[in-house]
């Protein structure tokens, strides 16, 4: 059984098929997707009809949400934060694959446009998962704060405070959200998988269990693999 955990997509579907073609993961692998699937992207529901389909294969896939997941979910009137800037944020990109016109009201009007499924996929999304000795969260935690007493807003959307501290949780965070050229290999206490493919860089999954990351540049179908084994040994993990 294999372990591995996916960046953030933005509305790209052909990258993750090229990705899921390399690492190919088989009955009883676990795929962690770290959130942020809509907005600024181009195809953002190809890309969640795509996530849909995922239930039919072998593999298991465990999908977290991210901020801008959080932010749509508030723009259409459900659970979420934030939805008053969510248009700001890349949203028109998700409204304009959605075929939702400029001029249509936020709330129940807009909700109206997104397939009841696709909708149940975006507030079933988890917070956080737990495998020991990685803890996946969207954008990261906050030192000093137990698992348990960690907030929503900081799960989904803190930055500075988790980046730039160490913390005492018994667990390297693998993450999302801030955005990187490369991969943000800082051990035991962190891995950032964010390489901004939205914004032409390229798409990162971390194969736990061979410690290696897999890699696939915006608008390529060839993998591109990293050996990671060196820098998790150095930390004993």
Known sequence: MS???IGDLHG???????LLDA???GAGDTVVFLGDYVDRGPAVRRLVERLLRLEDEPFTSVFLRGNHEDMLLAYLGLDGRYGEVYLENGGDKTLASYGIASEVAP???SLAAFPEAHVAFLRNCRLLYLAPPFLFVHAG???GVAIEEQSVEDLLWIRDEFLLSPHALPYTVVFGHTPSREVRVELPYRLGLDTGLVYGNKLSCLD???RRLVQIARGASRATIR????AFAAAGL
């Not at 790209?12 to 090229?18: F, N, S, V, Y």
């Not at 050996?227 to 060196?230: E, G, I, V, W, Y």
């Open 12 to 18: 790209c579907p052909d990258e993750l098929e090229a």
């Open 227 to 230: 050996d990671l084994a060196p």
């Open 208 to 210: 736990v269990d061979r």
């Open 23 to 25: 690492v190919a993961p």
């Open 141 to 143: 935690i906050r030192p």
């Open 3 to 5: 372990l591995y955990a």
């Open 107 to 109: 709330g129940a009007a």
